[in-house]
């Protein structure tokens, strides 16, 4: 079996060097790198030409956008599964080998796996969707295993993280699944669709990989512009297009989808400079008049391992006036 992993660079530098050797350093060993550069600069070029491993292939592009330069490295990829890890984070050596086991013993088209947080601290923590993967096997424990209409609700309301997902060719293929071009956090969408598409979806319980919060490093979701308005386009059009999918039925799912949005929604606007977030208020207002109203109604059943689903809901009707 061999797995496509996806980095793309613009400018990350020394930093990572750790990354690459992170996924050519693992013990299963039937897998490609690309690294796609996304314009970088000297440093980095340089960087990327030191190493020497036919399985790395550089692909170098104008400065396009981090959606872009994945987008690409979708194209190109050959392997049977696909995953994603950004420059400045890291894979466990054991990753892709754990993910392997789990695919040839179930044939799942989607993996999604726990990881690690370290804050500029250096404090190691669990990833923020922890508590999702503790609460699915609890529910699997007391209620039998879980159908798939289940595993895509706890699936949706997982982090929409790249690096936490392991996806088959053939999903990403006939769900013609794609990063938005045109808006930042663009992660919310490609979770979305590549769960509401999958035919099957399994956990992994090991950490995976680790998630580094840098001080002084360019991360997007760490700034307090403008920036943080793409959030509304990107919601909006994942809510589009899940209510033309059969899974717009099942009340958990939507549910499970609305709760990981308005999550996503409310801590940009807590992290917005303060001068922004009249206006941001305003065009998540027209926004909302918008939405499938069945949205809104998120029934008890819904996936809410850290028992937001009352603070959110009331965030809504603040919205709505």
């Given at each position: 079996m061999k797995f496509s992993c996806i980095m793309t660079t613009f400018n990350d530098g020394a930093i990572m060097r750790q990354s690459v050797m992170s996924v050519l350093n693992q013990t299963h060993t039937d897998l490609e790198l690309l690294i796609v550069d996304d314009g970088s600069?000297?440093?980095?070029?340089?960087?990327?030409?030191?190493?020497?491993?036919?399985?790395?292939?550089?692909?170098?592009?104008?400065?396009?956008?981090?959606?872009?330069?994945?987008?690409?490295?979708?194209?190109?990829?050959?392997?049977?599964?696909?995953?994603?890890?950004?420059?400045?984070?890291?894979?466990?050596?054991?990753?892709f080998a754990e993910v392997a086991r789990v695919i040839a013993e179930s044939g799942a088209e989607l993996i999604l796996v726990r990881g690690a947080y370290s804050s500029e601290v250096t404090r190691i923590a669990p990833f923020f969707?922890?508590?999702?993967?503790?609460?699915?096997?609890?529910?699997?424990?007391a209620m039998g295993c879980a159908d798939l209409a289940d595993r895509k609700a706890w699936a949706i309301s997982c982090e929409p993280q790249s690096a936490n997902k392991f996806i088959s060719r053939d999903l990403v293929d006939r769900g013609k699944i794609r990063f938005p071009n045109d808006h930042f956090f663009e992660d919310i969408l490609f979770h979305a669709m590549a769960v509401?598409?999958?035919?099957?979806?399994?956990?992994v319980n090991s950490c995976n990989y680790t998630y580094f919060h840098r001080q002084l490093h360019r991360q997007t979701t760490?700034?307090?512009?403008?920036?943080?308005?793409?959030?509304?386009?990107?919601?909006?059009?994942?809510?589009?297009?899940?209510?033309?999918?059969?899974?717009?039925?099942?009340?958990?799912?939507?549910?499970?989808?609305?709760?990981?949005?308005?999550r996503l929604l409310k801590w940009c606007e807590e992290n917005i400079a303060v001068y922004h977030r009249y206006a941001f208020r305003l065009a998540l207002r027209e926004t909302f008049r918008?939405?499938?109203?069945?949205?809104?109604?998120?029934?008890?059943?819904t996936p809410d391992p850290r028992?937001?689903?009352?603070?959110?809901?009331?965030?809504a009707k603040e919205i709505m006036g």
């Open positions: 600069g000297p440093e980095t070029q340089a960087i990327l030409e030191e190493f020497d491993d036919p399985r790395l292939s550089i692909l170098p592009q104008a400065n396009d956008g981090l959606s872009s330069a994945r987008n690409r490295g979708l194209h190109h990829a050959k392997g049977d599964y696909i995953c994603f890890l950004d420059a400045d984070d890291i894979r466990a050596p054991w990753a969707d922890d508590a999702h993967f503790k609460c699915f096997q609890e529910e699997c424990a509401t598409h999958a035919r099957s979806i399994e956990f760490g700034s307090n512009g403008t920036i943080r308005f793409d959030i509304i386009g990107s919601a909006r059009v994942t809510l589009q297009l899940f209510q033309e999918h059969s899974d717009f039925s099942d009340a958990r799912q939507r549910g499970a989808l609305m709760l990981s949005i308005l918008g939405i499938n109203p069945l949205y809104f109604i998120l029934p008890e059943g028992c937001e689903r009352d603070v959110l809901t009331r965030y």
